[in-house]
């Protein structure tokens, strides 16, 4: 959403504010960023620390191994960053971590379609679960596996939100053939050469009928994702299963 704040915007709170851009500055999202279409705001949490050490993280209450990153500093950090110029009050809070709920194409179009996030990008064995309340923040996991700290989950999630921004596409604008727009994975592609060791491209695409095309496309993706992905193949099938007397 272009608002009259200006573009949508992702403000990241990390404390390695020179991981970003990263892989957002170039390519598609890179050239968008450039063009204007939107911004990009990283900012060092450290920034935030009071204490003559710059210190950000401390001790676990109740013992055990690693850091915890202080409720007070990172607090101080989410409330500068919307004093600054990152626009308005509310936008979307998220906190990356591994336990939060799985993101989701749904989620990516809401947060596409809003001013753009504040992220908060987690780093040692957590951070002060009171903080997570006081400011409301929104957990996302990008997966079920641990990363070393929410920075690429963070690129991750405005990667898929700004591919969607209005002029980032361009001629692909549409996506709506894409995997998961319609809750199915993506059908097989093939281009030049016709053989390729051996392996020729399906005659049907070919064979220039359009109808017999689409058809072959939608039967890839079924059993694609009947396949590979039985837990998105059985929301599809509840979908067109017509609805019974009993449903109300
Ligand atoms: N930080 C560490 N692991 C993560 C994950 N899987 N998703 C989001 N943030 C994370």
Redesign the pocket.
């Given at each position: 959403m272009t608002s009259s704040e200006g573009p949508w915007r992702a403000t990241i709170l990390t404390l390695f504010p020179d991981m970003f851009p990263g892989p957002l500055g170039v390519s598609l999202a890179g050239k968008a960023l450039a063009s204007g279409l939107w911004a990009l705001e990283s900012r060092d949490i450290r920034a935030s620390a009071t204490d003559r050490h710059r210190s950000v993280d401390d001790t676990p209450a109740g013992g055990g191994p690693g850091m915890v990153l202080r409720a007070d500093v990172l607090a101080a950090a989410i409330d500068a960053a919307d004093a600054g110029p990152s626009g308005p009050k509310d936008r979307p809070r998220l906190l990356?971590?591994?336990r939060?709920r799985p993101l989701t194409q749904s989620r990516v179009i809401e947060l596409a379609a809003g001013p753009g996030p504040l992220i908060v990008c987690?780093r040692f064995e957590g951070i002060d679960e009171r903080v997570i309340a006081a400011r409301g923040l929104e957990e996302?996991?990008?997966?079920?596996?641990?990363?070393?700290?929410?920075e690429v989950?963070a690129m991750v999630l405005v990667d898929a939100c700004v591919r969607l921004l209005p002029g980032v596409m361009g001629r692909l604008a549409s996506g709506t053939e894409e995997s998961f727009s319609e809750g199915l994975l993506e059908y097989p592609q093939y281009t030049r050469p016709q053989e390729f060791e051996g392996r020729t491209i399906p005659e049907i695409l070919t064979s220039g009928d359009h109808a017999k095309v689409a058809a072959w496309r939608q039967a890839e993706a079924e059993a694609l994702t009947r396949a590979r992905r039985p837990d998105l193949w059985a929301i599809k099938a509840r979908q067109k299963r017509p609805k019974s007397t009993t449903d109300g």
């Open positions: 990356m971590s591994p939060g987690g996302v996991s990008i997966g079920d596996y641990v990363l070393s700290g929410g989950a």
